[in-house]
């Protein structure tokens, strides 16, 4: 028989606002909520990451070191934040100089099952549900597909 280490699922080191909701089993740690923060089952929000108020992240969900997501944001369930672009042709190996940061504005909606690499979403976007975000985002606006490309602006 093998040796084998199990680690609990848990909540620890987390700065929160008032009103916050997470959801059991979630890990969750050493990060920061604002006020009225929801986070849904299956979630995983690493050390450093910062959540802006009234922002609802759905079930299973990671949300990488070195992300900021601004308030008034929806993230759909399964939604993936990369910080590893695999710049040398494989994964960085803990070697977080090589990781990137991703800023998420205010009044994002990410859809169900999107992938954000390592950019900057302005405020005011909607990202389309399976949608691979590899480029900022610097105009309001809907935007879908992999890679995700501007649609049209808000009627």
Known sequence: MTDI???ETMVRDVRAGHNV???E??????CDLSDNVFIGPFCEIQRGVAIGARTRVQSHSFICEMVSIG????VGHGVMFVNDRFADGGP????VTKWESTAIGNRVS???NATIMPVSICDDVV???GSVVTKSISKP???AGNPARYLRSFK
Do not use: H, Q, T
């Open 110 to 112: 990410i859809g169900s």
């Open 141 to 143: 606006g809907i935007y």
């Open 5 to 7: 280490e199990l680690y």
């Open 92 to 95: 960085a190996r803990g070697d």
């Open 71 to 74: 308030d008034d944001c929806f």
């Open 21 to 23: 909701k997470i959801i």
């Open 25 to 30: 089993p979630a890990n969750v740690y050493e």
């Open 127 to 129: 990202v389309g549900a």
